[in-house]
């Protein structure tokens, strides 16, 4: 059974006593009348626009680990191959954390199991988030159940990677946030089947037949009949004969009229803003937001600060606390690396790069591995730009003053 195969065409909320405490607080119907469910919220366009442009974003950050200084690289740590490169021989580092990525935006909970090999972790199995409840025992110590074709398991907290969004205090589970505005997303869904069933119609709206004879219930079933022929998108400009004194009268207003494109339009602005993304970056350009020059990369870099970001420092945070021990939470830090999701365009980067070198913030060779470049000799050393020169050490190759130097002039 795949990752999927748990998860989608569930209802969100479910009811019994296996549900967690925190989904009787949304249920599963919804002002418009649709139920919501992961599946039907992922088939909007919008929520899989916005979901795919997060876990795609999230996938171009790589997760590494770092020494006590946040800059040495730990690469002969155990956890760095599990996190960097591949948590299990299943899944490479970029499905995991798109798997996380999605697991969050959709239920607010990523989980993956530790598996040991003696003391060390040697593997991170994740799971669908709704096969796993979080519980607590009668002395209160929090557990997870999973369920699995053979039945329910129950996994000690120890022994699982939980990375939660939003959480409401006294409770252990992540909110989802299409749960929390499943109104907004069965508006959404219910606009996108209206719509549906408009263009099924072939444009047409329903429509009423009147006469000034009294017709029998054959007659009416004869003409109904006759009429379907017409009914469909395949059938759209055919032409009708109304006999017997027949006048053809609209019951619905166009979709002109009912305003269904500004309001599918605002479904779509609604859904961003409930995952935080800017809808020129999943192509919706409204009230003349620009896609072009500084604009859009004031948006990317809004997106980063107030999406993605706070998304990447949860992941982090649940790391350390249940995948580090007490001994390697005071040596280690992990932090997704963020540089290539923010590099600018070549003038951009150079311009960047140029002002760190000069600076003595990077050595040359640093700044050529951020380009991708091989390391050239003498080029670990830190430089400085030749104009920050103190005034005393002018002419000179950078040692002090020579005794047979002549007085200089101030």
Same mark, same amino acid.
């Given at each position: 059974?795949?990752?999927?195969?748990?998860?989608?065409?569930?209802?969100?909320?479910?009811?019994?006593?296996?549900?967690?405490?925190?989904?009787?607080?949304?249920?599963?119907?919804?002002?418009?009348?649709?139920?919501?469910?992961?599946?039907?919220?992922?088939?909007?366009?919008?929520?899989?626009?916005?979901?795919?442009?997060?876990?795609?974003?999230?996938?171009?950050?790589?997760?590494?680990?770092?020494?006590?200084?946040?800059?040495?690289?730990?690469?002969?740590?155990?956890?760095?191959?599990?996190?960097?490169?591949?948590?299990?021989?299943?899944?490479?580092?970029?499905?995991?954390?798109?798997?996380?990525?999605?697991?969050?935006?959709?239920?607010?909970?990523?989980?993956?199991?530790?598996?040991?090999?003696?003391?060390?972790?040697?593997?991170?199995?994740?799971?669908?988030?709704?096969?796993?409840?979080?519980?607590?025992?009668?002395?209160?110590?929090?557990?997870?159940?999973?369920?699995?074709?053979?039945?329910?398991?129950?996994?000690?907290?120890?022994?699982?990677?939980?990375? *939660?969004?939003?959480? &409401? %205090?006294?409770?252990?589970? !992540?909110?989802?946030?299409? $749960?929390?505005?499943?109104?907004?997303? /069965?508006?959404?869904?219910?606009?996108?089947?209206?719509?549906?069933?408009?263009?099924?119609?072939?444009?047409?709206?329903?429509?009423?037949?009147?006469?000034?004879?009294?017709?029998?219930?054959?007659?009416?079933?004869?003409?109904?009949?006759?009429?379907?022929?017409?009914?469909?998108?395949?059938?759209?400009?055919?032409?009708?004969?109304?006999?017997?004194?027949?006048?053809?009268?609209?019951?619905?207003?166009?979709?002109?009229?009912?305003?269904?494109?500004?309001?599918?339009?605002?479904?779509?602005?609604?859904?961003? *803003?409930?995952?935080? &993304? %800017?809808?020129?970056?999943? !192509?919706?350009?409204?009230? $003349?937001?620009?896609?072009?020059?500084? /604009?859009?990369?004031?948006?990317?870099?809004?997106?980063?600060?107030?999406?993605?970001?706070?998304?990447?420092?949860?992941?982090?945070?649940?790391?350390?606390?249940?995948?580090?021990?007490?001994?390697?939470?005071?040596?280690?830090?992990?932090?997704?690396?963020?540089?290539?999701?923010?590099?600018?365009?070549?003038?951009?980067?150079?311009?960047?790069?140029?002002?760190?070198?000069?600076?003595?913030?990077?050595?040359?060779?640093?700044?050529?591995?951020?380009?991708?470049?091989?390391?050239?000799?003498?080029?670990?050393?830190?430089?400085?730009?030749?104009?920050?020169?103190?005034?005393?050490?002018?002419?000179?190759?950078?040692?002090?003053?020579?005794?047979?130097?002549?007085?200089?002039?101030?």
């Amino acid at each position: 059974m795949g990752f999927f195969d748990k998860w989608f065409g569930r209802p969100i909320g479910l009811s019994g006593d296996d549900a967690p405490f925190w989904r009787g607080f949304f249920g599963t119907g919804t002002t418009s009348g649709e139920c919501v469910t992961y599946d039907s919220a992922m088939g909007l366009d919008a929520v899989w626009a916005c979901v795919n442009l997060i876990s795609n974003a999230v996938v171009t950050c790589p997760c590494v680990i770092y020494g006590a200084d946040g800059v040495t690289v730990a690469s002969k740590e155990g956890l760095y191959d599990l996190l960097h490169d591949q948590p299990n021989e299943f899944d490479t580092a970029t499905d995991f954390w798109s798997m996380a990525a999605l697991s969050l935006c959709l239920d607010g909970n990523f989980f993956a199991e530790k598996v040991y090999l003696g003391e060390r972790i040697a593997g991170l199995v994740p799971f669908a988030p709704l096969s796993v409840d979080v519980k607590r025992d009668d002395r209160n110590r929090r557990y997870y159940e999973v369920s699995e074709k053979t039945g329910k398991r129950r996994v000690a907290a120890d022994r699982m990677l939980h990375i *939660r969004g939003y959480v &409401v %205090p006294g409770i252990d589970r !992540g909110l989802s946030p299409i $749960g929390a505005v499943r109104n907004a997303v /069965g508006n959404a869904q219910s606009g996108e089947k209206s719509a549906g069933k408009m263009f099924a119609n072939g444009m047409l709206a329903s429509m009423m037949l009147s006469s000034d004879q009294v017709l029998k219930a054959d007659q009416r079933k004869q003409i109904a009949d006759s009429l379907q022929a017409f009914a469909g998108a395949d059938k759209a400009g055919g032409i009708i004969v109304l006999e017997a004194g027949l006048k053809a009268q609209q019951l619905t207003i166009n979709p002109q009229d009912a305003q269904m494109l500004e309001t599918r339009q605002f479904s779509v602005e609604q859904i961003c *803003r409930i995952f935080g &993304v %800017p809808p020129v970056m999943i !192509g919706h350009a409204a009230n $003349g937001t620009t896609t072009w020059g500084s /604009g859009i990369e004031q948006l990317i870099l809004q997106f980063t600060k107030t999406c993605l970001t706070p998304m990447l420092r949860r992941i982090e945070d649940g790391i350390r606390r249940d995948l580090f021990t007490s001994q390697e939470r005071g040596r280690l830090s992990v932090k997704f690396n963020m540089e290539g999701l923010l590099r600018g365009d070549s003038a951009a980067r150079a311009d960047f790069l140029s002002k760190l070198v000069t600076s003595s913030i990077y050595t040359p060779n640093e700044a050529r591995r951020y380009e991708n470049k091989a390391p050239e000799d003498g080029g670990d050393q830190l430089i400085a730009n030749g104009t920050m020169t103190p005034l005393t050490l002018l002419g000179h190759n950078g040692g002090p003053a020579l005794e047979d130097d002549p007085p200089r002039k101030v």
